[in-house]
């Protein structure tokens, strides 16, 4: 023990003396570039093997999907899930899901764009009387749970006649219900400088001018963060939908992939999986065009050097 | 995220208070509502929920309603199981509900118990072709909220194949707990585990039911109270004692792991206590070509405790305004042959004799009729409606039987947690 634990001891010292992160050899930064990349890989394996699992079930029998098979692949690969999953649900057919999901996702972020922006500005910018006590008030309703106000939202619809259309779950997003995105936009519009509105005033312009063509072309990375959010927020929206909606043809393709998951009769998981992975692809390219403005937006750094 | 538990609890409050104020609303009018003509039909909203199997064979049934019944329009609707009663919940706190509804046992006392229900005693549906032991499954104080479609019956599944593949004869079709239970650990055995006799059926809330009926008691008081003691329940969790930990039993470790699947679905077991309406579904898991049923164990011969529960019912909102035509539209739905020929078995055993002696069965279907009238002779009366959070005391109770195996309790601990989540519950719920 004490032979083989004098040398160690003796050995920090020695590293000490040498540590000079400037100085360091070029073997011993590839080393550690290699086990950090190595780390990383193992970790986004660890985080992707799910998004994996989902692909490679997509192409198996149902019977070979979860239960006791635990390989990934399967040797009985085919595209039938997929041929299933595109015959739609109930003589509804899947194209149908996927454009009511757009009409939802689009118009959402066309009414969050639209509202949020114009009530951040009368926030950030326009000195009205009760301002901060309203500004609070939009806050206390992100504390507000959203099942809180299901029954109550519900009443207001019904008795409106509004249910089984779009506008219970799109009016909200044309009048700025969703609090996230107004406060994002106005903590990005409080760090835009207010020389910028001054100067545009003494040129004369308005509330209208300045907002439009001051405000919106600096808040890009705003705008863009919020449509990404709002987009993927109402592509995944399941709850919603499924109280404000009854007819399957209006369904969205959340409601439509629980209709291949049946607890009391058969449930065909491999059509689901399929069409999990066709449902996805849109929201994965949104997120790829979009991808790089999201840090920006969400950093609420106006302007940059 | 959604959070179940939460929403649940905010629906409930909700609910509770809706049915509050329909309680204070006026009493059932008896006349038939609106109607309709051929010119001017009127439009009733049915809604059920299911796969697109079930989807396509309800549209079928549909057109063929509207064939017959011209001043008639059915506008229908579908989602799935879990999303169908959180749909519901908001609903009948709205005061929406779809004029028809597929309806659900568990549900049943809670929706009736609150006026949310049409009272189908006072509309004219034929159930003369139903088993007189049945109807009462859907009748809460003699108001009568549901009809049912079809029926299931508590069995065994075997697969055949993989008895025979082990060297084990099939199951003559009666046996005792002792009997049942070698049987088990024969599969374990001959398979050197890599077969299971079966997950723990102890942990079945309706095998526990059923063993209570085979011994004269009932699970449940008329006043909604529990009909059986704390020793009843660790006698029933001890009839397993021996065999957890060993082949005979799969071990809780491995049915999470199979989660969403069963075992039984899985190949991973040789038999499953459950519903006989559960065939297609492990057919089409297992990948099995042949799957049989047999009679629950019971010690004594004459009473097997059986029953036909309805898998399925009927139901109407207390609110419909077209409650003639909604009446028509059950009726349709549970006694017409042509409506049996084109569900077959999908929705459970057809309850109406009518109806089930107007469909032939072939296959897997024939088999689940068969299970049925082989032990006709045995039916006792069904049980009344489950009292009011069923559903979270059969959770529960699957939920300690699996610790219980997973070895954190023991059966005088698991029988003490139970029964104090239970007794609370009720207390709630009275």
Same mark, same amino acid.
């Given at each position: ?305 | ?7 649940? %609890?905010?629906?409930?409050?909700? %609910? ?89 046992? !568990? ?19 034929? %159930? ?117 930990? %060993? ?14 699947? !069963? ?34 164990? !019971? ?132």
């Amino acid at each position: 023990m004490t032979s083989t634990a004098t040398p160690t001891q003796t050995l920090p010292d020695a590293e000490l003396a040498h540590y000079n992160p400037k100085s360091e050899s070029a073997g011993t930064k590839r080393a550690k570039s290699t086990v950090f990349h190595l780390v990383a890989l193992a970790l986004t394996a660890v985080v992707l093997y799910p998004g994996l699992w989902m692909i490679a079930s997509a192409f198996k029998p149902n019977a070979e999907i979860g239960g006791s098979n635990t390989s990934l692949w399967s040797n009985n690969f085919s595209f039938d899930n997929f041929v299933t999953a595109m015959d739609g649900i109930g003589g509804v057919s899947t194209l149908q899901f996927f454009t009511n999901s757009l009409i939802l996702a689009i118009g959402a972020v066309v009414g969050t764009i639209l509202s949020a922006s114009v009530s951040a500005y009368a926030f950030a910018r326009i000195k009205f009387p009760g301002r901060s006590i309203f500004f609070g008030m939009m806050i206390a309703t992100l504390l507000l749970p959203f099942h809180v106000v299901i029954i109550p939202q519900y009443i207001v619809f019904q008795q409106l006649g509004l249910v089984d259309t779009y506008v219970p779950l799109l009016i909200g997003k044309f009048l700025a219900a969703d609090a996230f995105f107004v406060f994002l936009m106005v903590q990005f519009m409080r760090n835009l400088p207010a020389e910028l509105d001054e100067a545009a005033r003494i040129d004369g312009a308005g509330h209208v001018r300045i907002f439009t063509s001051i405000m919106l072309p600096l808040m890009k990375p705003a705008l863009i963060s919020t449509s990404i959010f709002s987009f993927i927020w109402s592509w995944n929206d399941f709850l919603g939908p499924l109280l404000y909606l009854n007819t399957p043809d209006k369904y969205p393709l959340p409601l439509a992939l629980r209709l291949f998951v049946d607890q009391t009769q058969s449930s065909d998981y491999g059509a689901m999986i399929a069409m999990s992975v066709l449902a996805l692809l849109p929201v994965l390219i949104f997120f790829l065009v979009f991808q790089r403005y999201i840090v920006e937006g969400v950093s609420t750094q106006g302007l940059k050097g | 995220m959604i959070n179940r538990r939460h929403f649940l %609890t905010t629906v409930a409050v909700g %609910t509770a208070s809706a049915a509050a104020l329909a309680a204070c609303g006026t009493g059932s009018g008896t006349s038939a509502g609106e109607t309709g003509s051929a010119e001017n039909p009127v439009t009733i909203n049915y809604t059920w929920w299911g796969n697109d199997d079930r989807a396509e064979r309800t549209r079928k049934a549909i057109a063929l309603f509207e064939e017959k019944n011209p001043d008639i329009k059915v506008n229908g609707n579908f989602t799935d199981f879990a999303g169908y009663w959180q749909k519901r919940a908001t609903e009948a706190a709205g005061g929406g509900l779809p004029d028809v509804m597929q309806w659900d046992l !568990s549900y049943l006392r809670d929706y009736g118990q609150r006026n949310q229900l049409l009272d189908l005693g006072t509309v004219n549906i034929n %159930t003369d072709a139903f088993e007189k032991s049945l109807l009462p499954s859907g009748q809460i104080r003699g108001k009568t909220y549901g009809i049912p479609t079809s029926t299931n019956a508590f069995a065994v599944y075997y697969d055949p194949a993989k008895l025979a593949s082990l060297g084990i004869a099939e199951p003559d079709g009666s046996w005792t707990y002792k009997e049942f239970n070698e049987f088990l650990a024969e599969v374990g055995a001959k398979s050197n585990g890599e077969i299971f006799g079966s997950t723990d059926y102890t942990g079945v809330w309706w095998m526990f039911n059923i063993w209570l009926r085979q011994n004269n008691i009932e699970a449940f008081t008329e006043d909604g109270k529990l009909g059986f003691t704390k020793d009843d329940l660790k006698k029933w969790w001890n009839q397993t004692a021996a065999l957890r930990g %060993t082949p005979a039993i799969v071990s809780e470790e491995r049915v999470t792991q199979l989660a969403p699947k !069963s075992p039984f679905g899985s190949n991973v077991t040789a038999t499953e206590v459950t519903w006989d309406n559960f065939m297609a579904g492990y057919l089409a898991d297992s990948g099995a070509k042949e799957l049989k049923l047999a009679p629950v164990p !019971s010690d004594d011969p004459d009473n097997l405790g059986l029953f036909l529960k309805p898998s399925m019912l009927m139901v109407a909102s207390a609110k419909t305004k077209f409650k003639d035509a909604a009446a028509r539209f059950i009726d349709f739905m549970v006694n017409d042959p042509e409506v049996g020929q084109i569900f077959k078995t999908s929705r459970g055993v057809p309850a109406s004799k009518t109806q089930r002696d107007g469909t032939t069965f072939e296959g897997t279907d024939k088999l689940v009729v068969d299970y049925e009238k082989s032990i006709e002779q045995y039916l006792k009366d069904a049980p009344e409606p489950p009292i009011v959070g069923f559903g979270t005391l059969e959770a529960s109770f699957k939920r300690v039987a699996s610790d219980l195996n997973y070895g954190k309790l023991t059966i005088d601990g698991a029988a003490d947690a139970w029964f104090k989540e239970a007794e609370d519950l009720i207390k709630q719920n009275a």
